[in-house]
């Protein structure tokens, strides 16, 4: 199947990875809803598109198809019905705001703080692997359950999850095109079994107040517990997107915020706008860029296009969030700009369950890092690089202070 | 005109038909975020839950009209056409705090301190609560011109108001009346206090300040009221002006270091020598501290001033929430 448009023939895998806007762009101009060859789906590109079929009667989740080959089913992103409806109550009660306001300054101010401590003195650091990620993972592996995997060893499991679920070119015959990449994620799914399965074996006999622990227990019967390969799908989506993405979000936000210097001065000495500035630099690269799908339960119309029952979508938010029918200048990242909702956490019943504890992760993140080093710079001698279509961030974030 | 109400959180105050949101809630003894009250600094930003507020002259810059549409409003320009329920500015609590007063006081002294500066000395015919840093509006006499003066006394004094007014050519207040027909014994409307610039009295460690001109005024307060209460802390005031004729108050800064060990006074002349530096404030502090990461730092001056103390205080990695400043905004 092709196109009717040449170019989107032509777009590549590598082309998106780097730099999906430009493509992206013209879709939102010529083809809100389009078939991309080389991703074997329809994408998604405007707001009105992405947030009409997110929400939806006409479409269920579907998991994208390099996501179902490395995640296996029942991932929550990819389940409809009872079974969405059992793993959305595994693991929402974790993530409630309230319960979030319980526990979350503990959690992740000390585990931000450690974090800076180490390279405060040292006048330079790469913000992404010093910091941003490692909090990430922390935070989170700590809630889970994970106290004792190394974050270093974490940040390794979402990068080659992230590579293999993103890993989505196929050739004319639909078929995947880069095998290697899925062999590694295979590899660290093992890696990740051989450490996760020994804590499920104690949980079983031993419940505790880990994450991880209530998913095997919560609303099961008496002496019953969720089978693992039935976990399994939804704590890889936790362990690469939950894992990587409040890290994309921090090192994205202080990117946009090095763009405006006179802004990010007013963040520093003002830590009340930090709220703001995350979910601006999370509109302006929204780290879930392009990883979750619908498909059409039945013959439908969306933005104008008509779609046939069984058409898998690819929903981009990170493109919805640049649309210049809702933001003005939208690749300029501006914290003054109208605070109008933005699509990176998604929308209808597959919107992220983890919104309000990557939000609260980020800020105290970025509250403890510009508490500390409120003087500091990006390092001019290297570029910022975004790198990713399904999740994208910064690769790197150079920065430079005065010690 | 009718009086209506503010209501915030589950405390209703009166509202006059001209009176600010602001100057309603400080007279109720409800804290409410405020520094400039004159538009421009967006401390004072509430949200409107119901009600009708008129926005007066609030700035766009300040409050754009997305902002306008969104229900908020500056509280120290707003005045109220009915009842009004407003949310306090985001993360603020409302507290009790000094209630602002309308008062009378009489001019009892005025002194030329330095090169077109004067202190004024006003005293109340009754005591008024404050917090070191803050500041009052006096209204000039037989006009409705009023201006800001921070408070150089502290708040042990609560009948005196030591104010340090630097002449502006043609201004009303200074060069007409300060440097003009003042006398003592003119009685004068003054109204406070004013301000979020205060004594941080959570705060430990060291504290510097950083003084642009008659800048030095609140820091005077601040430096006594911290001595008081720890004879022995460290605090070190540098005073920023022009030339040694911009100086004053040396001597008895001067007294305080021979009392208090823990207490420095820093001069610095920007264009002459023979001050304690040459060159700009900000320069000498940061000259002299490596890290300011456990210090408490205070600014008041002009807002070139302020902007590049703040810059040298977080080059020393000053905490920004430990950062206190006042900028001397003139007036429109």
């Not at chain 1, 929402?92 to 003195?121: G, N, T």
């Not at chain 2, 320009?77 to 008062?103: C, K, N, S, Y």
């Not at chain 2, 207040?173 to 959570?202: H, K, L, M, Q």
Request: glycine residues 8%.
């Amino acid at each position: 199947m092709t196109s009717t448009l040449s170019w989107i023939d032509e777009i590549t895998m590598t082309q998106l990875e780097r730099n999906p806007y430009p493509v992206y762009e013209r879709l939102r101009a010529e083809a809100p809803v389009a078939y991309v060859p080389v991703l074997g789906a329809y994408v998604a590109s405007t707001t009105e598109a992405c947030h009409a079929i997110a929400t939806s009667g006409d479409f269920e989740a579907v998991i994208t198809p390099a996501g179902g080959r490395t995640f296996g089913h029942p991932a929550i992103i990819g389940v409809n019905g009872d079974i969405h409806e059992d793993l959305r109550s595994m693991v929402e009660p974790a993530l409630q705001p309230a319960e979030v306001d319980r526990w979350i300054d503990d959690l992740v101010r000390p585990i931000a703080r450690r974090y800076v401590e180490a390279f405060e003195s040292d006048g330079r650091a790469d913000l992404m692997a010093q910091f941003c990620e490692p909090v990430s993972v922390r935070a989170l592996g700590d809630l889970l359950g994970l106290k004792d995997v190394s974050s270093d060893t974490l940040r390794d499991w979402f990068h080659r999850l992230s590579l293999s679920f993103t890993n989505a070119a196929v050739d004319e015959n639909g078929e995947f095109t880069n095998q290697e990449r899925f062999a590694d994620g295979d590899r660290a799914k093992a890696e990740i079994q051989a450490v996760v399965d020994p804590l499920i074996d104690h949980w079983i006999e031993h419940p505790d107040d880990s994450a991880i622990s209530h998913w095997l227990h919560d609303g099961m019967p008496e002496g019953q517990t969720r089978g693992r390969d039935y976990i399994y799908p939804t704590l890889y989506v936790f362990l690469l997107g939950a894992m990587q993405e409040p890290g994309h979000a921090m090192g994205s936000t202080l990117a946009g915020l090095f763009t405006r210097p006179e802004q990010f001065e007013a963040v520093v000495d003002d830590p009340d706008l930090i709220p703001r500035a995350i979910a601006e630099g999370m509109r302006w690269t929204s780290p879930i860029w392009s990883a979750t799908a619908r498909i059409a339960t039945r013959d439908t119309t969306v933005a104008g296009i008509d779609i046939a029952e069984g058409t898998v979508v690819i929903l981009s938010y990170g493109s919805a969030n640049h649309d210049t029918g809702k933001y003005d200048a939208p690749t300029a990242y501006d914290l003054t700009r109208p605070p109008l909702p933005h699509l990176a956490f998604g929308a209808g019943k597959h919107a992220c369950a983890g919104i309000y504890f990557a939000n609260h992760v980020c800020r105290i993140g970025l509250e403890e890092l510009l508490e500390t080093i409120p003087n500091l710079e990006r390092d001019t001698d290297a570029d910022v690089e975004f790198w990713g279509w399904g999740f994208r961030g910064p690769t790197a974030l150079h920065v430079t202070w005065e010690i | 005109m009718t009086q209506h109400t503010v209501t915030v959180g589950t405390t209703t105050v009166p509202c006059g038909p001209d009176q600010t949101v602001l100057d309603a809630l400080l007279r109720g003894g409800v804290w409410m975020p405020n520094s400039c009250n004159q538009g421009t600094c967006g401390t004072c930003k509430i949200r409107v839950r119901s009600g009708s507020v008129e926005h007066n002259a609030s700035p766009e810059d300040t409050l754009p009209p997305t902002e306008r549409a969104d229900g908020f409003a500056l509280a120290c320009q707003a005045t109220v056409g009915a009842d009004t329920v407003v949310e306090p500015p985001a993360g603020e609590q409302t507290a009790a705090t000094h209630v602002l007063r309308d008062l009378v006081a009489t001019v009892t002294e005025v002194r030329d301190i330095a090169r077109d500066t004067r202190r004024v000395l006003l005293t109340l015919d009754t005591p008024l609560e404050f917090s070191a840093g803050q500041y009052v509006e006096v209204t000039v006499p037989g006009t409705d011109v009023r201006r800001q003066y921070s408070l150089a006394n502290p708040p042990s004094e609560p009948k005196l108001l030591e104010l340090h007014i630097r002449r502006r050519p043609g201004g009303v207040a200074s060069d007409g009346w300060i440097f003009g027909t003042v006398s003592v014994g003119d009685r004068v409307d003054v109204t406070g206090p004013f301000g979020d610039f205060t004594f941080d009295a959570e705060s430990t460690g060291p504290m510097v300040l950083l003084a642009g001109g008659t800048g030095l005024a609140p820091m005077k307060s601040i430096v006594r009221h911290a001595l008081a209460l720890e004879p022995h802390r460290e605090i070190t005031v540098y005073h920023g002006v022009r030339t040694a004729e911009d100086l004053y108050d040396v001597a008895l800064l001067r007294e305080w270091e021979g009392q208090y060990p823990g207490f420095r006074l820093v001069t610095c002349l920007s264009r002459e020598t023979g001050g304690d530096r040459e060159g700009y404030a900000t320069d000498a502090f940061v000259e002299d501290v490596a890290s300011a990461k456990e210090y408490t730092g205070y600014i008041c001056g002009s807002e070139a001033f302020v902007d590049s103390a703040v810059k040298a205080f977080k080059r020393r990695r000053m905490s920004p929430r430990r950062i206190h400043r006042e900028k001397f905004v003139s007036a429109a």
